[in-house]
Structures are given as structure tokens and as C-alpha cells.
């Protein structure tokens, strides 16, 4: 009996497999069969079945939505791509501060990417809200010194630096930046007694050793200073400032070769060192055929720092002595549309307009000289003239501005015997515009005369006789014609044929045939 039930459990069990497996067997064969079909098509048609073959999409499937960058990642990517592309550094930085508004570091960086394009005002807020978020964050409070700095407020830099001493009196970068600023302002015992203190109680201190290099290299002590910027290149390896001040000092003991070979371990310790690729191209603009290199090295320190007006400055001086005379007038124009205070440009225009001939500038002729006749003003060589009178005009303009500017000028300078030169050569150049005035005006006047005497002595011209007009019978009208068998006039015997008219034909009398 038991045996009897656990068969009959056995069958009922078979019965629903075999019921509930039917299904899922049908299902399969047919996806298989389909799949089949489907590749077939795809591979044999080109064309898109509507009927059969691959199912048509009506729309792209939505793609699974992208992780979103952290804040953190964006920051290291904009500090890898920051030395190639500044811009997208820029933009990584700002989305990171857009997801975490407290990441300082991110501001700091913000605001060197901006004090490196000269936007003072964008790289200042940038400093300040890295500050704000941390008020004892070294380095954002020596590049915002440093940003007044570059302004010249020299005494804003000392406000600000005095109170984050007061805040931090422990901060030793702090007070180095302080005796930075004493020597800038020329307070040079306080700075010596200053970095001495630190290098007592630090003898590594690198930037101490700097401090009181650079003191004494204000002091004209160049053997001393190139001493201490030695030991500072030597104790901190990795800064690339040591190595640039060696090459002043380098360059004021005149070994130009030592203070390249120091401006170039530099460049290489910090590629966009600005200050180090200018003082290399104004070393380089001092020798013999290097002119190109000094011209190379100029543009790089406008590359890594746009609003260094002396490297703009000394680009017009490489372009001048290249022989590139319009395009080193059009850069210290550029230069002072930039800035409007600054007496340099001024008297480099000033010589460049009094020796070299420039390209002819579009100007007034009413403004330089009132007294060209407007009959005139067309005339080429009026034109050219007056561009040269514009050209001396401009020059002792600039140079009457460069002498009115500057202080401390004494009567002996040169720059006073080149505004002489340029007023006699502006004199003589008035002079002869004036002569050259009456010149064309008196050779249009006899011009003018000589035609009306030819007009008097030329015969007059004997006036052909007016011809009657023919008259015409009206249209439609009979047309007389002679009566059949009326005599014709004919020439008489030995009269000459009248000649066959204009391109009419001429018909030739026939060829006499030889005998036979």
C-alpha cells in the first residue's frame, strides 16, 4: 500500500513537470528561431526591413547616467592640465568650487591662474575667499602681498602683512615676507637685523638666506649677495628664486655667461618664471647676434605674465633693433594704451619717429598743416610730406612728454638734444612743405595759361554748311518711274567712271581665251 502511494506521488509529480515544462520549450525554440532570422536579415539587407528581419528603434536607448566628477577629482585634473591649458584648468576649478564651495585649495588656484593673466581684481577675490575659508593659509596671503605688490601699493602690502603677524606671530613665512617688504622699502638695517634673528634660530632657513642676500645686493655688496644666494640655491634645491637673483648678481659683476647659465637651472626648476625669461632676453639683447633669442624670450614672459609692462617695453626695443620699425611703434603705442603713466614708450617713440621712416599713417591733413589748399590735399607728394611733418610733429611730442615727466632729468641729458634736433627738423620740414605749396600751384598756373594761349592762337575752325533736308514722299506713296522706252542719259564719250563706292564689288573684265 505504501508502496502503491509513493508511485502514485511519483506519476503526479512527472505529470506537472512534463505540464509546466511544455511552455518554456515552445518559448525557446521560437526566440531561437527569431534571433536566426534577425541576424540574417541584418547581415544580407542594407536597406531596413519594415516587415520581418530587425525590430525598428523609434528612439536612442537612454544611456545609464554618467558619475559625476567630485570635486576632489576635478581639482587634480585642473592642477595636471593647469601648465598646458590654463583655461580648462580654470573651468575644472571652478565646477570644484561649485560642488564644494569650501575647498580653499581650489580658490588659491583660481587666483594664481588669474594673477598669471594679469586679472588682478578676479585673482584678489580668489586670494581672499581662500583666506576666508582659511585665514592662516600661508601661501595666499605672500601672493596676495605680492599681487599689491605688482600694483605698487607697496603700502597696502605692509597693512596686510601687519595684520596677519598680528593674527599669527608665530608664522615664520610671515615675518620673511615682512623683511621682504622692509627692503623693498629700503629699510635695509631692520631687514639684516630681522633675517639674521631667523637664521639663528634656523640656520636652514632658505628663504631667511635670500632675505638678507637681497639686502645686501640693495647695498651694492654683490660678492656678499652672491654668497648668500648661493647657500640658498644649495639649501633649498627646489626653489627656483635663488637661482634668478644670482643671475642679477651675476650680471652687475658683468659675467653674463654665469648669470645665463643661472637663469637657465631657473627656468627648468619653473618653466613660467616671467622675471626669468625677461632679464634672460634683455642679456641676450645685449650680445652680438642674439637678437631672435632675445625676441623668443621676451614673448614667453608676456605668455606667462600679459601684464608685465617692462616685458612689453623691451619687446618694442628687440622688435626696434631687429629692423622691425612699424611693428615696434605699434608695440610701445600698445604698451602705452596699457599704461597711460608709464614715460618709458614715450621716448622710445619719440627716437624711433625722429631716426627711422615709418610706414604712411592714415592723419588729418587739416590738423598737421591747416595751410595745404583743399585743391591739394590729393596730391602725392603733398601727402607724403605731410606724413613726414607728422612724423617729426609726433616725435617731439613724446619727447617733450618724457622730459616734462620725468624727475631728476639733468640739462646735460641726451633726451633735451633730441627734442632740439627733432623741432629744426620739424621747422625745415614746414618749410618745405610751403615751397613745394607754391611749387604745384605755379606750375598749375602757367599750365593753366599755356592752354589759354593755345586756345587764342588756334585758327578757327571753318563751319560746314548745313545740307537742306531731302524731302521724302510719304509712306505708301506711287513711286514715279520713267515711261517704257524713254531715253536714258548716258556719260559722254571719254568721261571718267565715277569710282565704285566703299566696299561695294568690283567686277573684273573676263580672261581673253589664248587660240588653239
Given at each position: ?5 509513493w ?37 544580407t ?20 547616467p ?27 576649478l571652478?565646477k ?17 591662474l ?10 584678489e ?8 575659508i ?13 599681487l ?10 605692509m ?15 610671515l615675518r ?54 648661493n ?9 627656483a ?26 627656468i ?29 624670450s ?97 616725435a ?30 620739424l ?12 611749387r ?50 548716258r556719260p ?11 566696299g ?13
Amino acid at each position: 500500500m505504501q508502496r502503491l502511494q509513493w508511485f502514485t506521488y511519483v506519476g503526479l509529480l512527472g505529470v506537472l513537470t512534463w505540464t509546466l515544462g511544455c511552455p518554456n520549450t515552445a518559448t525557446t525554440n521560437t526566440n531561437t528561431n527569431t534571433n536566426t532570422s534577425s541576424a540574417a536579415d541584418a547581415g544580407t539587407s542594407l536597406t531596413g526591413a519594415t516587415d520581418g528581419g530587425a525590430a525598428i528603434v523609434d528612439k536612442a536607448p537612454t544611456p545609464p547616467p554618467a558619475p559625476t566628477k567630485t570635486a576632489v577629482r576635478l581639482f587634480e585634473e585642473a592642477v595636471q592640465v593647469a601648465k598646458i591649458n590654463p583655461l580648462a584648468a580654470l573651468q575644472a576649478l571652478q565646477k570644484a568650487v561649485e560642488q564644494k564651495p569650501n575647498l580653499y585649495q581650489a580658490w588659491y588656484n583660481i587666483g594664481v591662474l588669474h594673477h598669471r593673466a594679469g586679472r588682478y581684481i578676479k585673482s584678489e577675490r580668489a586670494y581672499q575667499k581662500a583666506l576666508k575659508i582659511k585665514p592662516a593659509f600661508e601661501d595666499a596671503i605672500i601672493n596676495l602681498v605680492r599681487l599689491y605688490l605688482a600694483r605698487g601699493s607697496l603700502g597696502q602690502a605692509m597693512n596686510m602683512i601687519e595684520t596677519k603677524m598680528r593674527q599669527f606671530p608665530g608664522k615664520t613665512a610671515l615675518r620673511n615676507e615682512l623683511i621682504y617688504l622692509y627692503t623693498q622699502r629700503g629699510q635695509y638695517r631692520r631687514s639684516e637685523q630681522m633675517a639674521r634673528a631667523i637664521q639663528q634660530k634656523e640656520e636652514s632657513n632658505a628663504r631667511a638666506i635670500l632675505n638678507l642676500g637681497l639686502v645686501w645686493y640693495k647695498q651694492k655688496k654683490y660678492e656678499l649677495a652672491r654668497m648668500a644666494f648661493n647657500r640658498a640655491a644649495k639649501t633649498d634645491r627646489t626653489k627656483a628664486e635663488p637661482h634668478y637673483y644670482l643671475g642679477f648678481t651675476y650680471l652687475k659683476l658683468k659675467r653674463k655667461s654665469a648669470a645665463l647659465s643661472s637663469l637657465r637651472r631657473a627656468i627648468r626648476k619653473r618653466p613660467n618664471f616671467p622675471e626669468a625669461h625677461n632679464l634672460m632676453g634683455v642679456i641676450y639683447l645685449s650680445q652680438p647676434g642674439k637678437i631672435k633669442d632675445a625676441v623668443a624670450s621676451f614673448r614667453k614672459a608676456i605668455k606667462y605674465a600679459p601684464r608685465s609692462r617692462e616685458a612689453q617695453l623691451n619687446l618694442g626695443i628687440a622688435l626696434n633693433a631687429t629692423g622691425q620699425y612699424a611693428a615696434s611703434a605699434k608695440q610701445f603705442e600698445f604698451v602705452l594704451r596699457q599704461y597711460p603713466s608709464y614715460i618709458e614708450p614715450h621716448y622710445y617713440l619719440g627716437i624711433l619717429n625722429l631716426d627711422r621712416t615709418l610706414p604712411i599713417q592714415k592723419v588729418s591733413i587739416n590738423a598737421v598743416a591747416p595751410e595745404v589748399p583743399p585743391s591739394l590735399r590729393h596730391e602725392r607728394r603733398i601727402v607724403r610730406q605731410v606724413n613726414t611733418l607728422a612724423r617729426y610733429n609726433a616725435a617731439s611730442g613724446h619727447l617733450r612728454v618724457y622730459i616734462s615727466r620725468k624727475s631728476g632729468l639733468s640739462s646735460q641729458a641726451p633726451v633735451r638734444k633730441y627734442l632740439h634736433d627733432s623741432d629744426k627738423k620739424l621747422k625745415r620740414a614746414r618749410k618745405k612743405l610751403k615751397r613745394l605749396i607754391k611749387r604745384i600751384l605755379r606750375k598749375r598756373l602757367r599750365m593753366k595759361r599755356k592752354r589759354k594761349r593755345a586756345r587764342r592762337r588756334r585758327p578757327p575752325v571753318a563751319r560746314r554748311p548745313v545740307k537742306a533736308p531731302v524731302a521724302r514722299p510719304p509712306a505708301g506713296a506711287p513711286v514715279a518711274r520713267p515711261p517704257a522706252g524713254a531715253p536714258v542719259a548716258r556719260p559722254p564719250a571719254g568721261a571718267r567712271k565715277a569710282p565704285p563706292r566703299r566696299g561695294a564689288p568690283v567686277a573684273t573684265p573676263p580672261r581673253a581665251t589664248p587660240p588653239r
